[in-house]
């Protein structure tokens, strides 16, 4: 009777301490649960404030400051860099192990007088916690998806030009120099061609090499082999948006004369003032061809003299159908193609300034980028600004490579 007594006992018991049980184990594991993003959150916390004090040292100027958050070689390959913001945001920590962990972050900097807002990129940052219970900086690399920084190859070194800031990694002050010269020629240029709020000044940023170049785009060299410079920025931004970088590649633009130097920098300004009239709408040809036709507008060259693989094949008596499309315009080793497709849309965009007026060129070509999607874009500017049809436009352009270059 006792032994059924205690099974019954024990029975109602167990059944209440089989629930609070539940309870204490539900409420251990929430506390344990609670510890263990209690330390995940403080180490985060302790995390973000070594970045705070890191940008802090970075726009301070302040080495003693930089070294004491770990990883001091980055300062020396910044401090050329005339920095009006920087800051990082931790977006995820992933502890490693033995005081040890990897931090996503977000790197957002503004140069001065340059960036009217702020230019982000993703970094991953190595990190270790030492003795002393705080964290420091082993090392910081781009994030995986991400192109490189400047600094990232090297010591940056700084040109001011009136409308220019030259960037360099292993180049000279002389030919970072010439550099700031060429671009301060290229800003009035593209000014009184495409007049418009710009902001008239331009950032250059010149590697040591191809390979620093393409390192900086995130792309293989093989894709800019043979291609003097690119511009990087947001098409169809607000002029709140980040400057537009122009980025050389050393490699083809010095054996360039002076001439082409010249033309492929204003080009590249080009791309920088009509940043914010450029959007998904605007086929290559036409915002490809628009540089090129600020580029040589005020050189005095013949069509002949710009136009020569396109002049090749009107000799041998055969002249485009149609003008270009984006796809041709792509960098697959086919360099007559790929110069073919620039010279057309030079030419197309120069009919256009002859026949109708450089001011409705510059109409046509911020109608097209008003309208937000390709699809009937060049068909209602041509109709809204020229007066024209694609049909007419076409006819009108093959003709108009047929006199300027037969």
Same mark, same amino acid.
């Given at each position: 009777?006792?032994?059924?007594?205690?099974?019954?006992?024990?029975?109602?018991?167990?059944?209440?301490?089989?629930?609070?049980?539940?309870?204490?184990?539900?409420?251990?594991?929430?506390?344990?649960? +609670?510890?263990?993003?209690? $330390?995940?959150?403080?180490?985060?916390?302790?995390?973000?404030?070594? %970045?705070?004090?890191?940008?802090?040292?970075?726009?301070?100027?302040?080495?003693?400051?930089?070294?004491?958050?770990?990883?001091?070689?980055?300062?020396?390959?910044?401090?050329?860099?005339?920095?009006?913001?920087?800051?990082?945001? &931790?977006?995820?920590?992933?502890?490693?192990?033995?005081?040890?962990?990897?931090? #996503?972050?977000?790197?957002?900097?503004?140069?001065?007088?340059?960036?009217?807002?702020?230019?982000?990129?993703?970094?991953? &940052?190595? *990190?270790?916690?030492?003795? #002393?219970?705080?964290?420091?900086?082993?090392?910081?690399?781009?994030?995986?998806?991400?192109?490189?920084? %400047?600094?990232?190859? /090297?010591?940056?070194?700084?040109?001011?030009?009136?409308?220019?800031?030259?960037?360099?990694?292993?180049?000279?002050?002389?030919?970072?120099?010439?550099?700031?010269? *060429?671009?301060?020629?290229?800003?009035?240029?593209?000014?009184?061609?495409?007049?418009?709020?710009?902001?008239?000044?331009?950032?250059?940023?010149?590697?040591?090499?191809?390979?620093?170049?393409?390192? @900086?785009?995130?792309?293989?060299?093989?894709?800019?082999? =043979?291609?003097?410079?690119?511009?990087? =920025?947001?098409?169809?931004?607000?002029?709140?948006?980040?400057?537009?970088? !122009?980025?050389?590649?050393?490699?083809?633009?010095?054996?360039? =004369?002076?001439?082409?130097?010249?033309?492929?920098?204003?080009?590249?300004?080009?791309?920088?003032?009509?940043?914010?009239?450029?959007?998904?709408?605007?086929? @290559?040809? &036409?915002?490809?061809?628009?540089? #090129?036709?600020?580029?040589?507008?005020?050189?005095?060259?013949?069509?002949?003299?710009?136009?020569?693989?396109?002049?090749?094949?009107?000799?041998? /008596?055969?002249?485009?159908?149609? %003008?270009?499309?984006?796809?041709?315009?792509?960098?697959? /080793? #086919?360099?007559?193609?790929?110069?073919?497709?620039?010279?057309?849309?030079?030419?197309? +965009?120069?009919? !256009?300034?002859?026949?109708?007026? $450089?001011?409705?060129? =510059?109409?046509?070509?911020?109608?097209?980028?008003?309208?937000?999607?390709?699809?009937?874009?060049?068909?209602?500017?041509?109709?809204?600004? &020229?007066?024209?049809?694609?049909? $007419?436009?076409?006819?009108?352009?093959?003709?108009?490579?047929?006199?300027?270059?037969?």
């Amino acid at each position: 009777m006792a032994g059924r007594r205690r099974t019954w006992d024990a029975r109602g018991g167990w059944r209440v301490r089989f629930v609070a049980l539940w309870l204490l184990v539900g409420s251990l594991g929430g506390l344990v649960a +609670c510890d263990s993003r209690s $330390e995940t959150d403080t180490a985060s916390a302790d995390v973000q404030q070594l %970045l705070d004090r890191r940008a802090a040292a970075v726009l301070a100027g302040d080495a003693p400051a930089y070294a004491r958050t770990g990883a001091p070689a980055e300062f020396t390959r910044l401090r050329a860099l005339p920095l009006a913001a920087w800051s990082y945001r &931790l977006t995820a920590l992933h502890p490693t192990g033995d005081g040890e962990a990897t931090a #996503d972050v977000q790197l957002s900097y503004r140069v001065e007088g340059i960036d009217k807002a702020p230019l982000n990129t993703g970094r991953t &940052l190595s *990190l270790t916690e030492r003795a #002393d219970g705080h964290w420091y900086v082993d090392a910081d690399r781009p994030a995986r998806e991400a192109g490189q920084q %400047l600094w990232d190859q /090297g010591t940056v070194t700084a040109v001011r030009g009136t409308h220019s800031l030259v960037l360099g990694v292993g180049q000279s002050t002389r030919t970072l120099s010439r550099y700031a010269g *060429l671009a301060d020629r290229a800003v009035p240029l593209v000014t009184q061609a495409w007049g418009g709020a710009w902001t008239r000044r331009i950032v250059v940023l010149v590697p040591k090499s191809l390979d620093g170049m393409a390192a @900086l785009l995130g792309s293989p060299a093989s894709s800019y082999r =043979g291609i003097a410079a690119v511009t990087t =920025g947001e098409t169809g931004g607000s002029v709140r948006a980040p400057a537009d970088r !122009i980025i050389v590649n050393p490699d083809a633009y010095s054996v360039l =004369g002076d001439f082409g130097k010249q033309v492929v920098l204003t080009h590249e300004t080009t791309h920088v003032a009509t940043r914010t009239a450029t959007s998904a709408a605007t086929p @290559l040809w &036409l915002s490809e061809g628009y540089a #090129d036709w600020v580029g040589y507008r005020s050189t005095g060259r013949t069509p002949t003299q710009v136009a020569p693989e396109l002049a090749r094949v009107v000799d041998s /008596g055969e002249v485009p159908d149609a %003008l270009p499309v984006d796809a041709d315009f792509g960098f697959d /080793g #086919d360099g007559a193609k790929l110069a073919r497709a620039y010279e057309s849309g030079w030419l197309a +965009c120069r009919m !256009i300034a002859d026949r109708w007026g $450089e001011t409705r060129l =510059g109409e046509f070509y911020r109608a097209v980028g008003a309208h937000g999607t390709r699809a009937g874009a060049v068909e209602g500017a041509l109709a809204d600004v &020229l007066g024209t049809t694609p049909k $007419e436009f076409t006819a009108l352009w093959r003709d108009y490579v047929r006199a300027q270059l037969g």
